[in-house]
Every structure is written in structure tokens, then in C-alpha cells.
């Protein structure tokens, strides 16, 4: 199993531009979140999705969209990205059943200039 | 809303001198769980603690939960470099929403060779 996958692992972008930070997993769990990570600050979550079709905003969802379409993706969306988003964004996972520990995704560091 | 607060934010400490953290909520949590962050890495789970006065062990670390389940500590024995991170606690509101995790800011642990 390669567990959760993030793609890209680094980007710059301009101000105002817009991209998709790509998540998968293969471990067939239900539940995937998104969160950032700025320096010192510690994990904030942005959306999260309890199964496919099933999306819901976490604490930080401005300027940010996802989808699920399928079990396994779970895409971030960024529109007009400004310099506020510069942050590492993980990607999480886990399985359906009270208690578990989330798996991480290596990570994607976005910087916007 | 809940927050979970850890101290110290840094601890630069010698090799083979003891190592603690701790985790404190501002509600009753069902759950907590501690992750470990490496330098450039991703967080990985660590442990979950669930009953009241919960304690824990994990080779040199020690894991404990508060009888009142609101904060939480983790102590390291003999610090090798081995342990260089950042370490979060992770807490589920009791009563609260089963699928969302609120992460502390975390302790960057540097060890002295």
C-alpha cells in the first residue's frame, strides 16, 4: 500500500492564481481531511469528508473547495490563491470506525508570491 | 470553540536527559491522541488514550490522560537524537463531532548530541 499520496510536493504561485492540490489513498477509508500547517501554529483543518459525495468546512475553509467524488481522492481546490495560503498543506485519512489514528500524506508546500 | 493548548513550545534538551510535554483542553475530551512530527516530515501517530487516568508506555515514552480528561502528558526517558521533532497532542471533544480532531500547536524537541 502506498498509503496516502499528495501531489505536487512543491509550488509557487502568483497572486491570484488558482490550482488543485491532489490527495489520494489506498486503504479504502471513509474519512479524509484537509489541513494546513503554518509555521509554529500547529495543524489547522480546513474541510473534511466523512465518504464520497460528503464534504463539510473545518476551521479555516476561505478560499478553499473540495470535492469527492470517489472514496480514494479528495482534492483541494485553491481560487485566487493570495499571499495568506503560503503554508505546508497534509492530507489525512481514516478509517471509519471511532478512534482511529489519522494517516498523513507527505505534504505539499505552497508558496504564493 | 475547543482549543488545546501544549507547553513548552520549544525544549532544547542533552542527550540522555528526560523529555515532557503537556496538553491542555478547554473541554472534556473522549479522546486524545499524540503525533510525531520529524523535521521536514509529516505527523505519525503515536498513541490514543481514551479512559480517564489512562497511562501508557511505549519503550522510553510514557503516555498519560487526566482523571478529568481534559489534559494530557508525554514523557520521554533518555532523550536520543532519535526523538528530534515536533510532538502534538490531538484531542476529540466529548459530546463533539466524531470525525474532527483538534491539534495543539506542538513541542519542537531538539536533542544535543
Known amino acids: 500500500n502506498a498509503g496516502v499520496t499528495q501531489t505536487p510536493k512543491f509550488r509557487i504561485l502568483k497572486i491570484g492564481q488558482s490550482m488543485t492540490l491532489q490527495c489520494t489513498q489506498d486503504?479504502?477509508?471513509?474519512?479524509m481531511y484537509w489541513y494546513r500547517q503554518d509555521p509554529g501554529m500547529g495543524l489547522k483543518l480546513i474541510y473534511y469528508?466523512?465518504?464520497?459525495?460528503?464534504?463539510d468546512k473545518g476551521e479555516v475553509p476561505n478560499g478553499y473547495n473540495v470535492s469527492r467524488s470517489t472514496t480514494e481522492d479528495f482534492p483541494l481546490r485553491l481560487e485566487l490563491a493570495a499571499p495568506s495560503q503560503t503554508s505546508v498543506y497534509f492530507c489525512?485519512?481514516?478509517?471509519?470506525?471511532?478512534?482511529?489514528?489519522?494517516?498523513f500524506g507527505p505534504g505539499t508546500r505552497l508558496t504564493v508570491l | 470553540g475547543q482549543q488545546v493548548m501544549q507547553i513548552p513550545q520549544y525544549q532544547h534538551v542533552q542527550e540522555g536527559e528526560d523529555f515532557t510535554t503537556y496538553c491542555n483542553s478547554s473541554?472534556?475530551?473522549?479522546?486524545i491522541q499524540w503525533y510525531k512530527q520529524r523535521p521536514g516530515g509529516h505527523p505519525v501517530f503515536l498513541i490514543q488514550?481514551?479512559?480517564?487516568?489512562e497511562v501508557k508506555k511505549q519503550k522510553r515514552l510514557t503516555f498519560q490522560f487526566g482523571e478529568a480528561k481534559k489534559n494530557s502528558s508525554l514523557h520521554i526517558t533518555a532523550t536520543q537524537t532519535t526523538d528530534v521533532g515536533t510532538y502534538f497532542c490531538?484531542?476529540?471533544?466529548?459530546?463533539?463531532?466524531?470525525?474532527?480532531?483538534?491539534f495543539g500547536k506542538g513541542t519542537l524537541l531538539t536533542v544535543n548530541p
Open positions: 488514550l481514551v479512559k480517564s487516568g
Open positions: 473541554t472534556t475530551l473522549s479522546n
Open positions: 489525512a485519512s481514516r478509517a471509519g470506525t471511532d478512534y482511529n489514528e489519522q494517516f
Open positions: 469528508s466523512v465518504g464520497a459525495g460528503i464534504t
Open positions: 486503504m479504502n477509508h471513509n474519512y
Open positions: 490531538a484531542g476529540r471533544r466529548s459530546g463533539g463531532s466524531n470525525y474532527k480532531l483538534t
